[in-house]
């Protein structure tokens, strides 16, 4: 079976500093790799995914990660923190045996203060 | 595009009494899933079903739960009796087998036992 480690379950940045959450796969097979966010009171929502073909992937709201296959893992990043990035971000991957089949990571809660 | 639409957004109910919570995918999706969202447990997936047939249900905490998909349009979650334990965030989501493996979800059920 496949799954995500999310290391650290609360960061706290400064507004305009880099942003790094870090996110590491266990799979037996080549993974689809995903990163949601997900905003208080408010469902999950799709920042960018890894299936194919470039490893570096760029998502919405400034936010991009890299899929490095030698360190298992795709941490997102983001140049310069805002404000409006506070939220709860999820690591998932595709499990095994078909079916679009998502495993989550436990979250971590990204505080940005002033 | 209308996105995946759950009803109802919060509900408080009594210890005992069941609970229906219902779910509209994304036209054209033909996978749905249920997951739960606790504190303690964070995101879990009970049930999901690809051309509206149950493929894995191994989530299904216990016969309390059950679900039921009767067309590709519309999928309930149930909750018979409830349990104050059954608190939660539910949310439903759906995905289509040519969309990249992208899963989108709807705001959530918030329900409250008590």
């Known amino acids: 079976a496949q799954s995500v480690t999310q290391l650290g379950s609360h960061v706290s940045v400064s507004e305009g500093a880099l942003v790094l959450l870090r996110c590491n796969y266990s799979?037996?097979?080549?993974?689809?790799l995903f990163w949601y966010v997900q905003y208080p009171n408010q469902g999950l929502q799709l920042l960018l995914k890894y299936t194919t073909g470039a490893t570096l992937v760029k998502g919405i709201n400034g936010f991009e990660a890299e899929f490095k296959k030698s360190e298992t893992s795709f941490h997102l990043t983001k140049p310069s923190a805002h404000m409006s990035d506070a939220a709860e971000y999820f690591c998932a991957v595709i499990s095994g045996g078909g079916g679009n089949k998502l495993t989550f990571g436990t979250g971590t809660q990204l505080k940005v203060e002033l | 595009d209308a996105g995946v639409i759950q009803s109802p957004r919060h509900e408080v109910t009594e210890m005992g009494q069941e609970v229906t919570l219902r779910c509209k995918p994304i036209?054209?999706?033909?996978?749905l899933f249920w997951y739960r969202q606790t504190m303690m447990r964070g995101l879990e997936l009970l049930i999901y079903f690809n051309n509206n047939v149950p493929i894995d249900d191994s989530g299904m905490p216990e016969d309390r739960f059950s679900a039921k998909m009767p067309n590709a349009s519309f999928s309930t979650l149930k909750i018979q009796p409830s349990e104050p334990r059954d608190s939660a965030v539910y949310f439903c989501a759906s995905s289509a087998t040519d969309s990249g493996n992208t899963i989108y979800f709807g705001e959530g059920s918030w329900l409250t036992v008590v």
């Open positions: 799979s037996s097979v080549p993974p689809y």
């Open positions: 036209s054209g999706h033909d996978y």
